[in-house]
């Protein structure tokens, strides 16, 4: 009978540990899901996230577009008021309106400069095909090579970002 006390004991004892085991692994897989599950809630609320950044900085970058044209637009609001000021003059002298359409003239190369426009283009200058645009060619004794001999419209750049090339008749 010792032997069956014996045999009793140990088979208690591996179902014990064997419950001890099941508990352990029960408890570690609870552990393990709930940690999947934080993991999964915050996956989510990072994506959630991002997605509200990427429209929040389009509708930025959109504002922003609308927001400088306005500011353009503003700075050239006054020429126009000029314009319309000189259009409604019916009793001027020739002298007086050449005159007024300078004074809008200059005001407007003040707006252009005031906003970063820089003109480019003058007759004499060297050839540069990154700001100028040959549409003629000349052969010209007294103009060195590849000199702007005539300019037909100026060239303007913002920063150094070319708007538009100088149409130009190259020499030489």
């Known amino acids: 009978m010792a032997n069956t006390d014996k045999e009793q004991e140990v ?6 540990t064997a419950e001890e085991t099941a508990d352990a692994a029960e408890s570690k897989t609870a552990e393990l899901e709930k940690e999947l599950a934080a993991s999964k809630e915050a996956h989510i609320r990072t994506l959630a996230e991002y997605d509200n950044y990427r429209k929040r900085t389009a509708k930025e970058k959109e504002n922003t577009w609308v927001d400088a044209k306005a500011v353009c637009i503003t700075e050239l609001l006054p020429m126009l008021d000029n314009f319309d000021r000189a259009l409604g003059v019916t ?36 050839f540069d095909p990154n700001f100028h645009s040959a549409v003629m060619h000349v052969d010209d004794e007294s103009l060195g090579e590849n000199v702007l001999a005539q300019v037909f419209s100026k060239g303007y750049k913002l920063g150094e970002k070319v708007l538009r090339p100088a149409m130009v008749k190259v020499a030489n």
């Not at 002298?95 to 003058?122: D, H, N, P, R, W």
């Open 91 to 126: 009793d001027s002298d020739f002298e007086s309106y050449k005159k007024g359409v300078e004074m809008i003239y200059q005001g407007f190369c003040e707006t252009l400069k005031k906003l970063g426009v820089e003109a480019f283009g003058e007759e004499g200058d060297e």
């Open 11 to 16: 088979v208690e004892t591996a179902e014990n």
